[in-house]
Nanobody, 115 residues
Framework: QVRLVESGGGLVQAGGSLRLSCTSSGINFKIYTMNWYRQAPGKQRELVARIFSSGNTNYTDSVKGRFSITRNNARNTVYLQMNSLEPEDTAVYYC?????????WGRGTQVTVSS
């Protein structure tokens, strides 16, 4: 079955960096758009970054210039490189794809940025 597993979250100081990874199984990874979402306490889940099968990317305005989404199709893995982290980036980060009309999510990885 479809499975997405995130890793790489943790506690960092403002200005620091983290790289999140999401490894997939159960899909032909290379043809699917992959997304990173995040959800902070009391807030709606928001799309942070998206990478299409073509390699084209989209970012939410608040992370442009700081975050970079990439994919390694040979490893069935999508990454989110997060630089210049801010306390406002604190959230649970989720990997997502849509497969046969249904959304699939990882369990999430916590990112905490201290001020």
């Amino acid at each position: 079955q479809v499975r997405l597993v995130e890793s790489g979250g943790g506690l960092v100081q403002a200005g620091g960096s983290l790289r999140l990874s999401c490894t997939s199984s159960g899909i032909n990874f290379k043809i699917y758009t992959m997304n990173w979402y995040r959800q902070a306490p009391g807030k709606q889940r928001e799309l942070v970054a998206r990478i299409f099968s073509s390699g084209n990317t989209n970012y939410t305005d608040s992370v442009k210039g700081r975050f970079s989404i990439t994919r390694n199709n040979a490893r069935n893995t999508v990454y989110l490189q997060m630089n210049s982290l801010e306390p406002e980036d604190t959230a649970v980060y989720y990997c997502n794809t849509n497969y046969k009309g249904d959304p699939y999510w990882g369990r999430g990885t916590q990112v905490t940025v201290s001020s």
